[in-house]
């Protein structure tokens, strides 16, 4: 088969990059919303915190897979 | 303990631009390896017991010395060591487990309490000096706990609500129709039951790993720029500055990733006990 197009170099790098995109903008809505949260109901500040974190680590995951795995199946 | 000990075996040594030249040492997962003080076999699978476990085990004695110190002679009115204490266990007390589990889960108060405290013990000592290693950056470390905990939840579920209403409650979500359970069975049981201490467990290690690795990228940014003039200066100052900073953003991380790690187990655990 002719190679149209190749990459060199750390492929896990750019796989990072793209693992990252989905969690930063899940994690901007997650704590955007959750700020908005506590500016509209102060006095629930305990559990929309609680909340925001819990979203914030369940989105974050993604993107610490992805930060992990050229380590793992890359060296 | 000797030095080869102390400092990882992949950390770069005797390599600098100004005598010799060559170039940067991108510190990689070399880092994390440290030459075991003691090796031994167990059913020929190969053990070493090197700086990662003893800073889990002198975390783990810290741990229960402050404790004991604390509570030993518990008084109505609390002196200055039990405040410290007594704040710690309402904090886990009434912010994690009965925040997420109601009066249920006062039983488990132990179990988070002691994963809270040795999950953030352990990642503080990644900026202790001389330690300067959070033994959760091995993954086995994390690993262990999140098993201590997959194998404490999953239990509990089938205990409390048997079996089968169990699996049926973490495989198939209410009020769907009957034809997406073909789809949803599958995805939910391996997101439940496989992903969940996967993630879990990677979640605090890759924090760490990952600080680390920052926290060490710019220290040896920081030596390998230090050079006679001015942009070599600049540079390395600059490094050091960012290193500094990131150890104070890893005080936060530390904390933070205890707090989500037994937030999740209080999670997980009112899962298996309350079916929704």
């Not at chain 2, 886990?92 to 953030?120: E, Q, S």
């Not at chain 2, 290690?205 to 006679?228: E, K």
Request: charged share 10%.
């Amino acid at each position: 088969m002719e190679l149209l197009a190749e990459v060199t170099g750390s492929l896990g790098s750019i796989g990072y990059g793209l693992a990252a995109i989905g969690p930063g903008i899940g994690i901007g809505i997650i704590f955007g919303q959750g700020v908005q949260a506590i500016a509209r109901q102060p006095e629930a500040y305990g559990v929309i915190r609680q909340n925001m974190i819990l979203g914030f680590a369940l989105a974050e995951a993604l993107a610490l897979i992805g930060f992990v795995v050229p380590f793992v199946f890359g060296m | 303990m000797a030095a080869e000990h102390l400092i990882a075996d992949g950390v770069p040594q005797g390599c600098h631009l100004f005598p010799s030249g060559c170039g940067f040492p991108a510190p990689g997962a070399g880092i994390f390896d440290f030459t075991p003080l003691w090796k031994f076999q167990v059913f020929g699978i190969d053990f070493g017991i090197g700086k990662p476990i003893i800073l889990l085990l002198i975390a783990c004695a810290a741990l229960v010395i402050f404790f004991v110190a604390a509570f030993r002679n518990a008084k109505v009115v609390p002196g200055r060591l039990q405040s410290v204490g007594e704040y710690g266990y309402l904090f886990v007390r009434d912010g994690i487990a009965r925040d997420t589990m109601g009066k249920a889960g006062d039983a488990f108060v132990p179990l988070l309490f002691a994963l809270f405290f040795l999950v953030w013990v352990v990642n503080f000592l990644g900026i202790v000096p001389f330690a300067q290693f959070a033994p959760t950056s091995r993954f086995a470390i994390p690993v262990a706990f999140a098993a201590i905990v997959y194998l404490l939840w999953v239990p509990v579920g089938m205990i409390k609500q048997g079996p089968g209403k169990f699996m049926k409650m973490m495989t198939m979500p209410p009020d769907v129709p009957k034809l997406m359970y073909v789809l949803l069975i599958p995805i939910e049981f391996v997101s439940n039951f496989l992903v969940r201490p996967f993630t879990h467990s990677v979640r605090l290690f890759a924090n760490m790993f990952a600080g680390h690795l920052l926290i060490v990228s710019f220290s040896v940014a920081a030596w390998y720029l230090w050079s006679p003039n001015i942009i070599g200066i600049a540079g390395s100052i600059a490094s050091l500055l960012v290193a500094i900073v990131l150890v104070l953003f890893e005080i936060l991380i530390q904390a933070l990733q205890a707090y989500v790690f037994a937030l999740l187990t209080a999670v997980y655990i009112n899962d298996a006990l309350h079916a929704h």
